[in-house]
């Protein structure tokens, strides 16, 4: 079976402060990959990322960037420079059957709070 | 080009009562998803579709709830009769069969409260 475990229910930080979130997973499956989705307020799941397990170079976009160590079975999310927009709940998530419509299991989320 | 698009956004029924959720999603994505999301959790997977055939139904308490999705294209999610448990954001989401990989669009979901 798999599961993800993020153990920050909650962060709270101040604007232009930088912030990691971590994420955990396991499954004995070799072949997974791994996604990060951003819910605001408004309710829909936007997709941030997926790595697949074979690719472990690191990846930043903008202010986003992404640590995958598959030796802590760790995927953690940094931003950087915090804004008031990054306000959000944070969803770790790990799928097991690539090449077809993939099942996705979450965590149960990180809420970030950013203020002024 | 339009989103995964959910109705209603909210919902208020009394125990016992039935419920149906639609949900279109966006053009061309053979594969549709129902997920169940209770206050403070992730998604959970109650239903998967491609094109009109049903997958992976494990998770879809069969009970009191069903599923449908005529001609491969919209979705209906039914509760009948629904529970104090059932009380819920129900999402929606879709995905292209091929590489797809898991990229999943979510709709805006629907909130269910049931009294």
């Known amino acids: 079976a798999q599961k993800v475990t993020q153990a920050q229910t909650e962060i709270s930080v101040v604007e232009k402060e930088d912030v990691t979130l971590d994420c955990v997973y396991e499954t004995r499956d070799t072949t997974y990959y791994l996604f990060w989705y951003k819910q605001p307020p408004s309710g829909e799941l936007v997709f941030l990322i997926r790595?697949?397990?074979?690719?472990?170079q690191n990846e930043i976009s903008g202010r986003y960037s992404w640590n995958f160590q598959k030796s802590t079975s760790s995927f953690n999310f940094t931003i950087t420079a915090s804004q008031v927009v990054d306000s959000a709940v944070y969803f770790c998530?790990?799928?097991?059957?690539?090449?077809?419509?993939?099942?996705?299991?979450f965590g149960t989320g990180t809420r970030l709070q950013v203020t002024l | 080009e339009a989103g995964v698009v959910q109705s209603p956004r909210y919902k208020i029924i009394e125990k016992k009562q039935p419920v149906a959720f639609w949900c279109n999603p966006i053009?061309?994505?053979?594969?549709l998803y129902w997920y169940l999301q209770n206050l403070g959790q992730g998604p959970e997977l109650l239903i998967r579709y491609e094109n009109e055939e049903a997958v992976d139904d494990s998770q879809l308490p069969k009970d009191r709830f069903s599923a449908e999705r005529l001609k491969g294209v919209d979705s209906t999610l039914k509760i009948q009769p629904a529970e104090l448990g059932d009380s819920a954001v129900y999402l929606c989401?879709?995905?292209?069969?091929?590489?797809?990989?898991?990229?999943?669009?979510f709709g805006p979901g629907t909130r269910l409260t049931v009294l």
């Open positions: 053009s061309g994505h053979n594969t």
């Open positions: 790595r697949n397990s074979f690719d472990e």
């Open positions: 998530a790990l799928s097991v059957k690539p090449g077809t419509a993939s099942k996705l299991t």
């Open positions: 989401a879709s995905s292209l069969v091929a590489g797809g990989l898991g990229e999943q669009f």
